[in-house]
């Protein structure tokens, strides 16, 4: 029962370097998001895919790219690494859109 | 622009106290509310409400969705110390069904 896997679980960088954060999912769930978690903040949506093929921005998109070449998989990249980037990483799946979403446990990461 | 609020956003009570946590939202093209409970990790899911005034029940936990007043509540009897959490509410709304969360409420629950 792996569910929704996201690795690494802690990661530090550096300033301008980039790096991709995995997230892979064994459900056959069509719908994956990314979150970003900051004290106070709430989750904020960063970007989120439909299907093998298609993704499109959330509210927070600046600094990060995404791609969903197969349905299991949705990684997300950081581009150039700056110090605001510095949260709580989750990724999400859901069966379809608009029920329950499943969550990995997360990806803390610090920008220094 | 779309909108989650949460109120409050944080309360303490104690063991056996009952609890009511509030959601309201102004969000484009409702789909449904999730609520979620975050302990230290991943938010877990708890209920998915799409029409009103239909109650969902799980043991202690209950909620209930008004789409006229564009409100939420989850309610917790008997509260106890393992309820002590951040709670989340979310809205799935709009043609891609975006999901987007308030910003909790942490709940602590002293013995």
């Known amino acids: 029962n792996a569910g929704v896997t996201q690795t690494p679980k802690f990661q530090v960088l550096k300033t301008g370097q980039s790096m991709t954060l995995q997230c892979a999912q064994d459900?056959?769930?069509?719908?994956m998001s990314w979150y970003r978690q900051d004290p106070g903040m709430g989750l904020r949506l960063i970007h989120y895919?439909?299907?093998?093929?298609?993704?499109d921005q959330g509210e927070v998109p600046n600094g990060y790219n995404v791609s969903r070449s197969t349905t299991e998989d949705f990684p997300l990249r950081l581009l150039s690494a700056a110090p605001s980037q510095t949260s709580v990483y989750f990724c999400?799946?859901?069966?379809?859109?608009?029920?329950?979403?499943?969550f990995g446990q997360g990806t803390r990461l610090t920008v220094v | 622009e779309d909108k989650v609020v949460q109120s409050p956003l944080s309360l303490v009570v104690h063991e056996g106290d009952t609890v009511t946590l509030n959601c309201s939202y102004e969000v484009t093209n409702f789909r449904s509310l999730l609520w979620y409970k975050q302990e230290k990790k991943a938010p877990t899911f708890l209920f998915m409400l799409?029409?009103?005034?239909i109650e969902k029940k799980s043991g202690r936990l209950s909620s209930i969705l008004d789409k006229k007043e564009l409100f939420s509540i989850l309610n917790i009897t008997a509260t106890q110390t393992g309820d002590s959490a951040v709670y989340l509410c979310a809205l799935t709304h709009g043609s891609n069904y975006k999901l987007t969360f308030g910003k909790g409420t942490l709940l602590t629950v002293n013995p």
């Open positions: 459900m056959n769930h069509e719908y």
């Open positions: 799409t029409s009103s005034g």
């Open positions: 999400a799946s859901s069966f379809r859109m608009g029920t329950e979403a499943f």
């Open positions: 895919s439909v299907g093998a093929g298609i993704t």
